[in-house]
C-alpha cells in the first residue's frame, strides 16, 4: 500500500510487464506493503496459459465501491459492483464508482457479474456498468436480483440477462466454476463464492460474520469452507472491516432485550432509523412493536421499497394489520406508533434530518418522543450523525445510540472468527479486502499469525494486478482504477481540479470583480464593482481595496498592456494580496475586464 489516502485516484505512466514494474516491500506490522509504481489505463491480456489473473477496482483502501475482476484464458469475470457514497471534501458529488475504464476496451471478454449480497457498496454501480454493456449477465441471490431489479428499472435497463443462485449450487460461467456458499450478514440471502479455473481456486467471502444465532436461522457454511479449505484454496479474499475488533461479533439477537428495554420506557412515539436494507432489525422493531401493541409506518422511499420486496419474497414476517400508511399517523395515539426511517448516516435529505430540523412535511417530532439509531457510523459520516442527534435533542427528544445501547451489531467478522476461518481453510495465499488501510493490515497480521508467509499475505490497492501462477500469488503491476464521480447526470467528467474549485467556493467563498476599459485612452471606463458571495455579508467591506485595485490599472494601461486576460491577472493579483493579508482567507476571484 503507498500511503494512508490508498483507493483515491491515481495516475503511473510506465507500461505494466515492464522492469520498472516490479514491486518492493515495505513492512508495516509484519506485513509486507507493496509499492508499485508502474501503471497503464487498461487492464492488458492475461499471456500466462497456467495463470489467473485478479485486478480490485474498488474497495480496497475505502469502505465501499467494492469490485474485482478474475481472469483466465481471456475470459473475464467480476465480483460485485458496488458504490462509496461522498464525503464532505467532495462538494456536488452524488455517488462515487469504481474505476470501469480499467476494462473498458475488453467488455466483449466479460462473462458474467457475480453479486456477493444486495448492500449498496456491493450493486449500487451495476447500472453504470451496465451502460457500457447491457447484456452482461448478473448472477445473484433472490433478494440480491431484487433489489438490483428496482434498481434497474429506474434507470430505465431492460431485459438484462439474469441468473438466480441459492447456497450450493454450482455453475459454470465460461471457463469458471463458481460454487455459491451460504454467509450471514447484516443483510439476508448474502453469499460467498468459490472461483474454479485450470489455474486454481479462489474463495471470496463477501461480507460475512459468523452469528452462530442467526435470526433467520441461516448460519456461515463453514463445512463448505472447511472442504474447499481440504481440497485447497489458492487465494482467500477475505472481508476486513472488523480485523482490528478482537473477538467475535455480537450475535443479532443480542439487540432484542435493548429494544425491549426502550419500548418499555417509552411513553409517546418510538423513531427507530436504520440502514434501509438491514431486513433483520427492521424485524427486531416489528416483532416489539407487535408485543407493545404499536402500529408501524416505514418512512423513506428505499425503506418503503426495500421492506415490501422483503416481505413479497418471505424474508420479513409482518403479522396483519401491522403496517399503517405514513398519513395516519396522527389517527393514533402517540404511544401507539413506531416509525421505522431512514437516516442513519445523518443523510442531510433523508427523513431522519428533515424531522430533526423540523421539516418533514407530515412528521412533526414532540418533546418525549425517542429516536433510536440502529446502526453504526460509516466512516466520515460522525459529523453528520452528531448533527442530527444535536438536533434531536435541542427538541427535547431522547436518543438511543450505540454509544448509549446496545441497539446495533456490526455484520463483519472481527478477528477471532477471521482467525477462526484462516484456520479452516488454509489458504495457500491471502488478499485483504473490503476495508481502510488500517483493516487490510490488521487482516494481513492476523493471517500471518495462522502461519500464511508473509510473501504470500499481499496488502494490495485498488488497481493492482495480481497473478496467481502455480499456487503463488504475486502482484506484477498495477492499472488506474481512480475515483469515478456521479454528479447529477454528469459521470467521469468531474476532476479533482472541479472538486478542488467548489471546496474552494464552499470554504472560501467568491469574488467578482467587473472593469470596464478604454485601452486607446488608457483610461477605467466604469468600475471596479465588486461583488461576493460567501465571504463577507456586505461589500462595503470592499470599499478599502477599490483604489488600490484602481491604481494598479491605471499603472498597467499606462504601460501599454492592452489585453484583457493580462489586466485581469493584474486584478486578481491585487485583490488577492489585499484579501490575504486583510482576511486571512482565500476565496475564488473571478476578475471579468470589458473593452470599451
Known sequence: MLDASAGHARRTEAAIGSPDAAPTGAMVSGVAFAHVAAGSLQIPPLL??????IVPLGGLGDVGRNMSVVEFDGQLLLIDCGV?????????????LPGFDAISER?????????THGHEDHIGAVPYLLRQRPDIPIIGSKLTLA???????????RNVPQRMVTDGDKIALGKFECEFIAVNHSIPDALAVAVRTAAGLILHTGDFKMDQLPLDGRVTD????ARLGEAGVDLLMIDSTNAEVPGFTTPERDISPALERVFEASRQRVIVACFASHVHRVQQVLDAAVAHHRKVVYVGRSMVRNMTIARELGFLKVPRNTLIDQREIDDYPPE??????TGSQGEPLSALSRMANREHPVIELQRGDTVVLASSMIPGNE???YRVINGLTRLGVHVVHRGNALVHVSGHASAGELLFCYNIVRPRNVMPVHGEVRHLTANGDLAIATGVPEERTIIAEDGMVIDLEGGKATIVGKVDAGYVFVDGTTIGDISELSLSDRRILGEEGFISVIAVVNTHSSQIVSGPDIHARGFVGDDAVFDDVRPLIISALEAALQEGVDDSYRLQQVIRRQLGKWVSDTHRRRPMIIPVVIQA
Open 222 to 225: 463453514l463445512r463448505a469452507f
Open 107 to 115: 467488455l466483449g471478454d466479460v462473462i458474467g457479474l457475480v453479486l
Open 336 to 341: 401507539d406508533v413506531v416509525i421505522i426511517s
Open 48 to 53: 500466462a496459459p497456467n495463470a489467473m489473473r
Open 147 to 157: 433489489l438490483l431489479a428496482e434498481k434497474l428499472r429506474e434507470h430505465q435497463l
Open 84 to 96: 462509496l457514497f461522498p464525503e464532505d471534501d467532495h462538494p456536488g458529488v452524488d455517488l462515487i
Open 383 to 385: 459529523s453528520a450523525v
